[in-house]
Structure formats: C-alpha cells, structure tokens
C-alpha cells in the first residue's frame, strides 16, 4: 500500500471543503465576437493600420499588381534566394529576378539550407484585422512553420475579402486545432528589462504584408 503523500493530504482537505458547494453554473457566451461595424473596407483598413502599428510593411494591391509588388520588394531588400512553399501560385513571383529555392514534401529545405536564402514568400491561412495578426496554418501556399521562422525577410500574401476577419472569435472557427499554428504580428521582436526592442530574434527581422483586393481597397 502506498503511504499517503503531503499532496494527498492537501487534496483530501480540498475535496472535504468543497463537497457541499454547488455546481458552478455554466458562464453565458453571449460576448461580442467584434467590435466595430464590420464593413469590409473599414475591416481592412484596420488591419493595415495595427500591422502597421506593429513595424510590419503593408503593401496594398489588385491581383494584377501582385506580383510586380512582391518583386519589388524582394528586389528593394537585395534577396537573391527565395524559399517558395509547396503550392505557391507561380504568378506570384512571375516578376521575381531571385532564384528559387523549393521546399517541397519528400525534399524539404534543411535549417542550413534555409539559412542559406534571403526571403521567403507565403500566403496564409486568416488575418485578423483587430489584432493586426496573420495565422498561417502549413496549408496550401505556407509551407511549413520553419519556412517562416529562419528566413530574415517574409514576404506574405493576404487576399481579401476572402482571407480577413475582423476578430480572433471570427478567425478561431476557420482553424483546425489539429494543425501547427503560426501566429504572425510584426516582425520577430523582444525587449530586454530596460525596453530596448531587438528584432529578428526569433524569427524574420523583416514583414511585409501584401494585401490583395480586387479594388484599391
């Protein structure tokens, strides 16, 4: 017989205390699940606003503008190496000068060959405009969280409407529990005791979130 622990003493004097309360009644679920009018223009442009607010660089483009804008950014950095996710439309980077490096399943990119390139090009699976937060989630076009983690630069493409929520109760429904989550806002950042703010350390030094409407939006 196992001798009885200072934890179970503990314990056994919880449960005595507590064996007549009642049952905790279930809390009401009736909270907002946003906060603003929900119009998608204004969805948007909050968005943009708090990923601005967060250091990330917020590039606002039709369809047919996107790739010369990712082009142009990858270009303004210098990148000459480009990670490029599984299922990352090719139209993407149709204007991009970099050579491109896939990471594909059954022949993923090692962490010193990932090291070994500039950028990285992805799309994502939600962004939530209230927090200023992109969630990639490994699907089509994100490739794997490492993809995102190790390169200096992230270049990442958000289409709208179809990709925005105002809100994270909005956003966590269209999420599979089940997947790694990548939650992105800003550029890796840190401060230390004194508040002196370091970027890239955990992550790319670098945001830029391309948001692709098919109107100026």
């Not at 009018?37 to 590039?59: E, I, K, M, T």
């Amino acid at each position: 017989m196992t001798a009885e622990t200072s934890r179970d003493r503990v314990l056994a004097r919880i449960r005595a205390a507590i064996a007549d309360a009642p049952e905790v009644p279930e809390p009401p679920r009736d909270y907002l699940t946003v906060h603003e009018s929900g119009d998608p223009r204004a969805v948007a442009d909050l968005l943009a606003d708090n990923l601005a607010d967060y250091r990330a660089v917020v590039h606002r483009v039709t369809p047919a503008g996107l790739a010369a804008a990712v082009a142009g950014v990858l270009a303004a950095a210098g990148a000459r190496r480009v990670a490029v996710p599984d299922g990352l439309p090719a139209g993407w980077l149709a204007d991009c000068g970099a050579e491109q490096v896939a990471d594909r399943p059954g022949q993923p990119l090692t962490a010193r060959e990932l090291d070994g390139v500039d950028a990285v090009v992805t799309g994502c699976a939600v962004a939530i405009a209230e927090t200023g937060t992109i969630v990639l989630d490994a699907g089509p076009a994100q490739g794997r969280r490492l993809l995102s983690l190790v390169p200096d630069l992230h270049v990442c493409v958000v289409r709208l409407p179809e990709q925005l929520v105002a809100s994270v109760p909005l956003a966590l429904p269209r999420l599979d529990p089940a997947r790694p989550q990548t939650w992105i806002s800003g550029p890796s950042a840190t401060s230390d005791i004194e508040l002196d703010r370091v970027e890239g350390v955990h992550g790319p030094r670098t945001l830029h979130a391309v948001l692709v409407a098919d109107t100026d939006a």
